[in-house]
């Protein structure tokens, strides 16, 4: 695989691990909601497989976009083990991440606090019913958001292809 | 601030004396992948690592990099034997 094709697959893969991100809190809320209607004996095996496909998305670009690139072994590694680019393309990731993830916390502050104090009315249900979720979510992207920026920009070679890849 | 693009002629010296990446890695101490990135011009080393990098192909680090593209080796040689010199030591 070449290194725009690798590229636009670790894409896929962020979008697929934000997109699973967003699509998991929404298929619970919809599934709670849908159960309220639904009969007692009756067990809603449509919404499972819909949270269950969602974490099957979310498991499978992890796995692309963080595993199989080793950019989660490289925004979790000891400094001490990395090399000056590798130091470099790291810090830099990690300070981008941290300003978009205290932006994210903030938002989600104030969602939560708005959700609390009712002042939006029912349309805070959302947040009521996955607010757990929610912020074992926003651990997920503390952990993840380094790498993403890395996943986007960054195409190790993989190391299969290293002795081969001796072309000038 | 954004740096210049530095030139360099790791991978020519590489394949000349039949180092493989992960060798000169190793030696370098880096990341076989940061010498793919050195000789892709994709990143620009620290004046340490400049520094190994020129002892050990034991050239003069402006043989190996530069600021300006880098003339073939076999044009170099002709132009230092034209002037009377010979061998490595200009660009």
């Keep these: 695989m070449d290194r725009s094709k690798q590229l636009m697959r670790q894409r896929l893969g962020v979008v697929g691990a934000f997109l699973g991100c967003v699509l998991l809190p929404t298929v619970i809320f919809f599934a709670e909601r849908a159960n309220d209607s639904l009969p007692r004996e009756s067990f809603p095996y449509g919404w499972l497989a819909g949270i269950l496909a969602v974490m099957a998305l979310l498991v499978y670009s992890h796995i692309v976009a963080f595993g199989l690139s080793g950019h989660w072994k490289l925004t979790h590694a000891r400094t001490d083990t990395l090399d000056e680019r590798e130091l470099q393309i790291t810090h830099r990731a990690t300070g981008q991440a941290y300003g978009i993830y205290a932006i994210m916390c903030l938002i989600m502050l104030y969602v939560f606090i708005a959700a609390r104090t009712d002042l939006l009315g029912p349309h805070m249900s959302f947040v009521r019913i996955t607010d757990k979720l929610l912020a074992f979510e926003l651990l997920y992207v503390a952990h993840i958001l380094p790498g993403a920026i890395l996943a986007w920009r960054e195409t190790p070679a993989p190391p299969e292809r290293v002795e081969s890849a001796e072309a000038v | ?91």
């Design chain 2, 1 to 91: 601030m954004k740096a210049r693009k530095l030139y360099n002629r790791i991978a020519v010296l590489r394949e000349e004396r039949g180092v493989s990446r992960k060798e000169l890695a190793k030696v370098i101490g880096v990341n076989y992948q940061t010498v793919g990135y050195l000789e892709r011009g994709e990143y620009n080393p620290s004046l340490d690592l400049a520094f190994k990098i020129s002892e050990f192909f034991e050239l003069p680090v402006d043989f190996i990099f530069s600021t300006e593209p880098m003339k073939p080796l076999s044009q170099v040689l002709m132009e230092r034997q034209a002037q009377g010199g010979s061998g490595y030591g200009s660009k």
